[in-house]
């Protein structure tokens, strides 16, 4: 019996006026999409971005999940098509098409937690610019997906390209990174409040089930980062680390995991330290991602873990300054495409 085809995966092509579309027409152009990935995005838009940078891909529409001619004589992109609210220009943001961004994360959801699609891959999209179009409560990619999925808890983790399909023992240095967040997008005034006992003892617990059902870590080691300076110089700059994370690490190394911490955040992210650590958990978002990016920026992804779904997309924003230049590196895009292609096909093999 043949192997059937793996399920497609749809990358939503993100703020429209940003170099999300552009990035997946470069991949498109270049043939470096994994096999059975279709754009969720405007089609005229994608066009006419083509056509202005210059770039040789075919824009097909498709009906549902057809497949796309593979004997084609010019690079082809798949596009599921969702069409814009307002005009676009490249690098100007415009609140009326917020809806038309929801709702190409609507179908993504929609066709995997229906079991037609293998994964989703995000483009960058502009938080503010989804506010302004009427979405009050929208905070980011990560938050949207936990409530469209109805989960409780999600974890957002950040990782280098060869930490994401290599083993510890594989990797090469401090340059290869898995860096996952107690907290996402919050007001930093917010963060020392949102840092419990109990929050932590959850987003670790996914933390360790996830690098295990998704990367295939037996047992993953996990380093913690203090929130405070110093991780709160025994008492003297803070007392979250005695009063909160230290006791939620006893508690989960109680339940069998091996976590280790509170660690001062300026000396964690140092080889000597970071030696056999599968991910290290910090406490807020610039924490963490600021010494991830600096590590590999442009060659990371973005992975939400908890969901029912495999979600991954790209390390950066929409790079406003840059849309409709064709300056842009997609290979940020490309890993995250490849590590939703791995996870998809990890998840449909008999357990």
């Known amino acids: 019996m043949l192997p ?38 405007d089609p005229k838009l994608l066009a006419e971005r083509a056509e202005q940078l210059g770039l040789e ?8 999940f057809d497949q796309l001619d593979t004997n084609a004589a010019r690079p082809q992109l798949g596009v599921w098509p969702v069409w814009l609210r307002a005009p676009c220009t490249p690098g100007v943001c415009d609140p009326a098409n917020a809806a038309y961004v929801i709702e190409t994360l609507e179908i993504g959801v929609r066709a995997c937690r229906e079991g037609k699609a293998g994964g989703i891959v995000t483009a960058p999209l502009n938080k503010g610019v989804i506010i302004d179009g009427g979405f009050t409560g ?16 999600v974890v957002m983790m950040l990782a280098t390209d060869r ?28 963060v020392a409040d949102a840092i419990t006992f109990e929050r932590l003892t959850r987003i670790t617990t996914l933390l360790a089930e996830d690098l295990t059902r998704q990367f295939g870590i037996s047992a993953p080691r996990i380093a913690v980062c203090g929130l405070n300076p110093h991780a709160g110089e025994e ?20 339940l069998g995991l091996d ?3 509170p660690y001062p955040a300026d000396t964690l992210f140092t080889p000597k330290h ?10 807020y978002h610039d924490q963490g991602l600021s010494v991830l990016k600096y590590a590999g920026f442009g060659q990371a992804a973005n992975i939400t873990l908890g969901l029912p779904l495999v979600r991954t997309s790209v390390d950066h924003g929409t790079a406003l300054d840059l849309a409709g230049r064709g300056v842009a590196s997609p290979e ?20």
Do not use: Y
């Open 4 to 41: 059937s085809a793996p399920l497609p995966l749809l990358v939503t092509t993100g703020e429209p006026a940003g170099i999300g579309p552009e990035l997946t027409l470069m991949l498109a152009a270049q043939k470096r999409l994994a096999p059975g990935t279709l754009a969720v995005g």
């Open 259 to 261: 976590i280790r911490g």
């Open 57 to 64: 891909v075919d824009i097909v529409e498709v009906n549902g």
């Open 332 to 351: 940020s895009l490309r890993v995250a495409i490849d590590l939703a292609r791995t996870l998809s096909e990890r998840r449909a093999r008999p357990a």
């Open 163 to 190: 930490a994401l399909h290599a083993q510890r023992s594989e990797w090469t240095g401090s340059a290869d990174l898995r860096v996952a967040l107690a907290t996402t997008h919050l007001p930093l005034r917010e």
């Open 138 to 153: 929208f905070t980011g990619h990560t938050e949207w997906l936990r409530d469209a999925c109805g989960v409780d808890e």
């Open 235 to 254: 008492g003297h700059l803070g007392h979250e680390e005695i009063e909160i994370i230290a006791p939620a690490i006893a508690h989960l190394r109680g």
């Open 274 to 283: 970071l030696d056999g650590v599968d991910a290290v958990l910090a406490m």
